[in-house]
Structures are given as C-alpha cells and as structure tokens.
C-alpha cells in the first residue's frame, strides 16, 4: 500500500532525510521510531504529499504521489504533528466540514460523521466548540478528520502526543484494530508504543533508516539478549560462579546482584548456543551441585537497551 524508493529530503545543505526505503502493507501497523531530529516527520510529510521529495519516489496503492497526487492522496488519512483545527466550530460540524472537504458524497457525511465521533470516543463533546476541548480531545477530534473519509491508509505523526496514560491506551488499541484492515504507518519516540501497537517498527536516526523488523526480532538484537539471569543459594557466589563458567554453553558470567536472599549472574552464552539450551545446562548444573535455583530465565532484551546502542547523541559525530 506504502512503497518508498530512495528518499532523499534537503533543506538548503541539510540532509532530513537520507535515502530511505521500506514498504507497508495492508494489515500492517510500522512504527517510525527515532530521537528528536531523526527525520521521521519529515519523511511522513513526503509520504502524504505535503513535501515534495527531493529525489526518490513514493508509492501510494501503486501510484506515485508526485504524479498522481489528487488520486493518491484520496487514499490517505493524515494526522498531522500539531495538526489545526476551527475553535469557533463544533466537533460535529468540524467533521462535517472535514468530511465535505475530503468529496463524501452529501447523503453519506451524516453516516460518516457518525462513524468517526464513534471511532474517536466523541460523543459526549459532539457538541461542545473546539476552543472549549481539553488537549486529549482536541488530538481525537484530529483523529477522526484523518479516519472521516474511511481511507485505506493512515499516516499519523506522534498521534499519543500530550495524551494522559488513559487516553493513550485507549488510541494505541485503536490503532491495533484499524490495523487489522488498512495500511497505517505513525511516528513516534515513545519506545513503549512500538510494543503496544505495532507489527514491525524501522528506526531512524539522522535521516537513515539503522534498523527494520517486529518488535521480537529488534528486542533480540540487544545487547544481553539470549543471556540467562540465574538467582540462586546454597554455594557462596564465588563458588557458583566457578562452575557455572566450567560449562561449554558459557561464553562469560556477569555479577549481576547480590542480596541476603542469594546471588545473581548474568549468563551469556557461547557462540551457537541459544537461551534455551544455555537454561537447561545451568539448571542441570545447579541440580547435580546441589545448588537451590531460586530464579532462572531468559532475558527477551529491551527496546530502550537497541535504541541507545544504534543511535547517536547531539554531541556524537
């Protein structure tokens, strides 16, 4: 539904965006995820069109925006960073208003007014004017311009922006469930939405993409991933480090804490050995030297843990 091919955005010397390439597909939810600065809103303002590329192309259902863009854009839905609205309108005559802009043939925009107040969460404010909406519900009201003409994708800017913790859940499942359908592809810097929304997230920093895959395959490249956290008594930690670094599965045995109720190792396994087979042979050790395990499991590896590893501070060159 989204192809993007070798995308390039200069301001004057300024690179924002630096040839990147990926695709979304229908039923496909990608989190563009990134520091301050990267380029993701950027690159999101070239793909529905906003900006136009400075070199590259963009896809939209296989046409190409700059070309075809009335077509193209028809098929989009977008919820701008900041996006504006009319405080002397209502929420209901907003979206009518929003819904006639966006060509719904007259004996629909009732319906799809009704539709979108109901997607959004906005009944009880239907009538209230927009200068008189809190943050939360002035970001649904953006929200539901971008979903009024019921497009097959959505590309939507930091749409949890200034969002308390309720409001946010509420959009992230939102989300999920309008996935299901279209093509829908948002930026944001909030790590944890990556896990509560999306199929596949890239990072970018710097105007590059520097990492692609499910939430699974990037929290598996981080540094400690596949290591086994073992707690444990009844041999002073010396001792249980010592045999735990005897075994072939071990690559390195990392003091990890140490309290009154045991101590803990961070297990790293050898080259070729994954968390699996490393767990069973530090249970079966501490079973034969009679050692009590009072925890033992794999560590998954954090998002937040790849994201510092990949990208580069302000004072980095």
Do not use: W
């Not at 069109?49 to 963009?58: I, Q």
């Not at 959004?120 to 809190?134: A, G, I, K, N």
């Not at 200034?162 to 093509?183: C, F, S, T, V, Y």
């Amino acid at each position: 539904m989204i192809e993007v091919e070798n995308l390039h955005k200069h301001f004057g010397s300024k690179a924002a965006v630096d040839g990147i390439s990926f695709t979304v597909k229908r039923g496909e939810v990608l989190g563009c995820l990134g520091p301050n600065g990267a380029g993701k809103s950027t690159a999101m303002r070239v793909v529905t069109g906003y900006l136009p590329p400075s070199e590259g192309r963009v896809l939209i259902a296989g046409e190409d925006i700059s070309e075809n863009e009335v077509s193209a854009k028809r098929k989009i839905g977008y919820l701008p960073e900041a996006a504006p609205l009319y405080s002397d309108m209502t929420v209901e005559g907003f979206l009518r208003f929003c819904a006639e802009m966006r060509g719904v043939p007259v004996k629909e925009v009732g319906q799809a007014v009704e539709k979108a107040i109901g997607t959004c969460f906005l009944e009880r404010v239907r009538t209230q004017s927009v200068d008189t909406l809190s943050k939360g519900f002035r970001h649904r009201t953006c929200l539901a311009q971008s979903v009024i003409h019921d497009p097959e994708i959505l590309v939507l800017d930091e749409p949890t922006d200034g969002l308390d913790p309720n409001q946010k859940n509420e959009i992230r499942a939102l989300i999920r469930r309008m996935g299901k359908e279209k093509a829908i592809i948002f930026s944001t810097h909030i790590l944890e939405e990556v896990e509560a929304a999306c199929t596949r997230a890239i990072i970018m920093d710097r105007g590059v993409i520097i990492a692609d895959g499910t939430p699974s395959e990037l929290k598996g490249r981080a540094k400690g991933a596949g290591s086994v956290l073992l707690r444990a008594s009844g041999l002073a930690g010396s001792g249980i480090r010592k045999e735990l670094e005897k075994l072939a599965e071990v690559k390195a045995v990392e003091a990890d804490d140490s309290d009154g109720e045991g101590a803990v190792f961070r297990i790293s396994p050898s080259k070729g050995k994954k968390g699996s087979a490393l767990s069973s042979a530090v249970f079966a050790m501490c079973k034969e030297k009679d050692i009590t395990v009072e925890e033992l499991r794999i560590a998954e590896g954090r998002l937040d843990d790849l994201f510092r590893e990949i990208t580069k501070s302000d004072n980095e060159d």
